[in-house]
């Protein structure tokens, strides 16, 4: 909806290409106005380097979601986190879009909402950077014992979201 008949350099699987590209939107790998990031397991040097390159060029870079991390049955495995932090590091262009996007549905100034989550990594570490209040929730990945691990902390820690009182004003 922001920019139809756009073009966008893909690292993901081929269910995030189909969606883009039933949206609308054409594969480019010259001078695309996007380069967008999902997870997949065909990933490699090339492919970041292109992708830094693109974005030093002034295409914009979207990660799918900011998951540092995601489960399978082999154990933990790197995500779409991951997989954009050297593209990120190599460009100095972090995306706050996401979290932007979530104020302005909502209406709202950032001082008017809050980051709800249950990891530090990604969570509250969003709202942080996005000037947000933060409440971490020990009811998902992070536990409180975690919290040393980390050079940030939380605005509030609860047990679950049935903790968070209501605003009756």
Avoid at 10 to 31: E, F, H, R, S, W
Avoid at 47 to 63: E, P, T
Avoid at 107 to 123: K, L
Wanted: proline letters at 7%; glycine letters at 10%.
């Amino acid at each position: 909806r922001q920019a139809p008949g756009c073009s966008a350099y893909v690292i993901g699987a081929p269910g995030l290409v189909n969606a883009l590209y039933d949206a609308g939107i054409t594969m480019n790998d010259i001078d695309p106005d996007y380069v967008i990031v999902g997870e997949t397991s065909t990933y490699n040097y090339e492919m970041i380097s292109k992708a830094a390159l693109l974005v030093q060029g002034g295409a914009r870079l979207i990660a799918t979601n900011s998951d540092l991390t995601g489960p399978t049955e082999a154990g933990i495995v790197p995500a779409c986190r991951a997989l954009v932090a050297p593209i990120e590091l190599a460009t100095g262009k972090p995306n706050p879009l996401m979290m932007r996007t979530g104020l302005k549905l909502l209406g709202v100034h950032s001082a008017e909402a809050v980051m709800v989550g249950d990891r530090m990594d990604t969570d509250i570490i969003a709202g942080l950077e996005t000037g947000l209040d933060t409440v971490l929730v020990l009811s998902g990945c992070t536990r409180r014992e975690d919290l040393a691990q980390y050079p940030y902390r939380p605005s509030y820690v609860l047990h679950g979201v049935g903790e968070i009182p209501e605003d009756n004003a």
